[in-house]
């Protein structure tokens, strides 16, 4: 094997190799966007997304948005459930898939304005959206539609600079190949 073949060989493995072996971190960032009967809230969500890869226990949301202009900060988070028994306290949970969900983000613990989404069951026979006035009023709640929901993992730098590390050593190596 020539060497410049060797070389490049060489470091195209040890690239794969620290891009596959780099640690992965539990914590991540989600894009989240719902669209209620009255507009459409996005927002980052910061989380911890679980082993089963779908269950995501959030710790904050942030750059929140309603139609499209900026929206009331949320700074807590929690149980939907322990909310409506009375506390802005618990685990908030959203999901990947949209099913699971115990999540209610507020701007003060009394909620005078925030979100939330509950899972059908819990409390109430269907799954439910409900929100205050900087996010739509839907205050008496309206049915969660599955369709209109979305959260999704936002590519870690780390990650997105291997993938170019290994594209690139990949190219390298391409037209070295061509040149011998």
């Known amino acids: 094997m020539p060497l410049k073949s060797s070389l490049c060989y060489s470091v195209a493995l040890a690239t794969v190799a620290t891009a596959t072996l780099a640690p992965v971190a539990s914590a991540a960032t989600f894009n989240f966007s719902y669209t209620s009967s009255l507009g459409t809230i996005t927002a980052t969500v910061d989380g ?8 995501v226990f959030v710790s904050s949301i942030s750059n929140t948005t309603f139609n499209g202009s900026p929206a009331p900060a949320l700074p807590l988070t929690g149980s939907f ?8 306290t618990g685990q908030a949970v959203l999901s990947l898939d949209g099913s699971g969900l115990d999540f209610i983000a507020c701007n003060t613990t009394n909620c005078n304005d925030g979100f939330g989404f509950l899972t059908a069951g819990i409390i109430f026979p269907v799954d439910l ?5 900087g996010y739509g009023s839907v205050s008496v709640g309206e049915p969660f539609v599955l369709a209109n929901y979305s959260l999704t993992t936002v590519p870690e730098p780390a990650t997105v600079l ?3 590390s290994v594209a690139g050593v990949g190219l390298l190596c391409k037209g070295r ?4």
Request: glycine share 14%.
């Open 177 to 180: 190949k061509l040149e011998g």
């Open 81 to 88: 459930v322990a909310f409506v028994s009375g506390s802005l």
């Open 129 to 133: 959206f409900a929100s205050g006035a």
């Open 162 to 164: 291997g993938l170019l």
């Open 48 to 55: 911890t997304l679980q082993p089963d890869n779908n269950t």
